[in-house]
């Protein structure tokens, strides 16, 4: 079974301000991927940044980077000259890919985070 | 390119009653998975449909059901609604990236 365990439920950070959204998981799969979505209020749910556990470079999106540490299991997001529109809720997630199906996109049994609020203060 | 479309948009049922979700995927995406998402147990995997069968399923009781069809469209019904069956249920469709999900709106159920 995976877990993934967001331990803070809300936060707030100034806006122009980088703040850490911190993400920790569990799994016995050698193959998986991780992700960060974001959910504004009242607006759909949008991937945000996602890491390969292979790959040992953490992945950037612009002002999204993520400090992926594979043997503590760790993926924490920041978030860089915060601005108002990252008001949301974030959640972390993890997949591992049905073997037989290889990076098909077919396996969408993502297991979230509990997920965090987060408010950027103007 | 359309996003995903989620119908409808907000409804309300009583205990007992059934309901039937409507999601359209993105064009030319094969992969439609079903959540529920609530305040107390956040998202929860429902099932997957992928080319009109159903290719995993999450822990949920026989009462909630999907298909889809042969243009990728997907429906999920619950069937005897329970109070806590009250949640948003969101639709995602996925092309090629594992665990890349587009997704729609969501729709909210209400069970009173």
């Known amino acids: 079974a995976q877990t993934v365990t967001q331990s803070q439920p809300e936060m707030s950070v100034q806006e122009a301000e980088t703040v850490t959204l911190s993400c920790t998981y569990d799994t016995s799969e050698s193959n998986y991927y991780l992700f960060w979505y974001k959910q504004p209020p009242s607006r759909q749910m949008i991937l945000v940044i996602r890491q390969e556990a292979y790959k040992q470079q953490n992945a950037t999106e612009n002002r999204f980077s993520v400090n992926f540490q594979k043997a503590a299991k760790s993926f924490s997001l920041k978030i860089s000259d915060s601005q108002l529109g990252d008001t949301a809720m974030y959640f972390c997630?993890?997949?591992?890919?049905?073997?037989?199906?290889?990076?098909?996109?077919?396996?969408?049994?993502?297991?979230f985070g509990k997920g965090i609020t987060l408010s950027v203060r103007p | 390119k359309a996003g995903v479309t989620q119908t409808p948009r907000y409804l309300i049922k009583t205990r007992g009653q059934q309901v039937t979700l409507s999601c359209s995927p993105i064009s030319g995406h094969r992969s439609v998975s079903w959540y529920q998402q609530t305040p107390g147990q956040g998202l929860q995997f429902l099932f997957e449909y992928f080319s009109e069968t159903q290719r995993n399923k999450g822990n949920f009781p026989g009462r909630f059901s999907g298909r889809q069809f042969s243009n990728s469209r997907s429906e999920m019904n619950v069937s005897t609604l329970e109070l806590g069956d009250s949640a948003l249920y969101l639709c995602?469709?996925?092309?090629?990236?594992?665990?890349?999900?587009?997704f729609g709106e969501g729709s909210r159920l209400t069970v009173l």
């Open positions: 997630a993890l997949v591992a890919p049905t073997p037989h199906l290889p990076d098909t996109g077919a396996n969408s049994k993502l297991t």
């Open positions: 995602a469709s996925s092309s090629l990236m594992a665990g890349e999900l587009f």
